[in-house]
């Protein structure tokens, strides 16, 4: 048995739903969380909606499923939100999955070492089943970062009541001298204070960036694993946000090796988070005049999806 407690975020994914339950019912989970957001007005959305919760109220499980059906579209902010609080309100602990996130069997291992081991630990925020370097670490189990990806993650109860989703401090905060020697470089500062500003300003539909805001302001540390441990399969043209052929990011997942060791000290790697930035979150993308060049770019490379993209923000 799995006692470790598991939320599970869902959408319209049936497919990938089908194959993560088949990785939890093999993992025996005893708690398990089910919140499914309600279906935007059309009718395609309205049919696969019916499809997933169709899967879960004629699932055969062993233990008692706990499920949290809205009836409503809320939104990636508000549903995901809701659904993280609704979690903690039962949970002191646990791992949240959304539906396009496939773990591997080292994940679910890692999160509940890494879960027992730091639970009174007020350093560390979260745990992560993300690594997007280019190389494993060979030494160590994991290195403490400052980003908290949510491809498959686990985090406590204290802190989570840390997150605040409108993000009400972002003003005096983005003033203070904390946030500007956060960086230790300009992009990084440049980037993050534009994609923040975008949060406050609700143009952007994202539960995630508020999150890592809140770590950050309590300097809370991720625990990130010496490979990557989930694979994300929600890229492609009914992504709801990443839709391009520049946006994919297939990492695949490997094994932890059980012989590593942990790092002595706590201290964030900020080489590791370096090489995250560069090439995960690609920041100079983002900013001027690099915006332009990766614009031009992305026309020439994917002329359909840019296309797409550029009428789904006129839309929005």
């Known amino acids: 048995m799995y006692k470790i407690p598991v939320l599970l975020l869902a959408y319209k994914r049936t497919k990938n739903i089908k194959i993560i339950l088949k990785i939890l019912k093999d993992l025996d989970v005893v708690k398990l969380y089910v919140s499914i957001d309600g279906p935007k007005n059309t009718k395609s959305d309205i049919l696969q909606n019916k499809k997933l919760k169709k899967i879960f109220n004629n699932l ?32 002191k602990m646990g791992i949240i999955l959304e539906d396009d996130c496939l773990p591997n069997k080292s994940f679910f291992n890692f999160c509940k070492k890494n879960l027992i081991y730091f639970k009174n630990n007020k350093k560390i925020g979260c745990i992560t089943g993300n690594n997007f370097q280019k190389d494993s670490l060979k030494e160590y ?17 204290r802190s989570w009541k840390n997150y605040d989703r409108d993000i009400k401090f972002w003003r005096s905060f983005r003033l203070s001298q904390s946030w500007k020697n956060f960086f ?3 992009t990084q500062y440049r ?5 923040f500003n975008n949060c406050y300003a609700n143009k952007l539909d994202s539960w995630a960036f508020p999150w890592t805001l809140c770590l950050w302001r309590k300097n809370l540390l991720t625990i990130t694993p010496a490979v990557n441990l989930v694979m994300n399969k929600g890229f492609g043209s009914s992504a709801t946000h990443t839709i391009s052929k520049n946006d994919n990011m297939f990492y695949q997942y490997y094994e932890l090796n059980k012989n590593l060791k942990r790092p002595k000290k706590i201290k964030v790697d900020n080489k590791m988070d370096d090489y995250v930035f560069n090439y995960h979150f690609k920041g100079k993308n983002y900013l001027w005049p690099y915006r332009l060049f990766y ?16 009428k789904k923000k006129i839309n929005d």
Do not use: M, Q
């Open 295 to 310: 614009l031009i770019s992305f026309f020439f490379k994917d002329p359909y999806n840019f296309i797409k993209k550029i």
């Open 184 to 186: 230790n470089e300009s």
């Open 60 to 91: 055969n499980w062993k233990h008692k499923i706990k499920k949290n059906y809205l009836n409503k579209n809320h939104g990636c902010r508000d549903a995901v939100s809701n659904a993280i609080n609704w979690f903690f309100n039962n949970e």
């Open 191 to 195: 980037y993050w204070t534009k994609i």
């Open 141 to 157: 189990e994991y290195y403490f970062s400052k980003y908290p990806h949510c491809w498959g993650w686990a985090t406590w109860r």
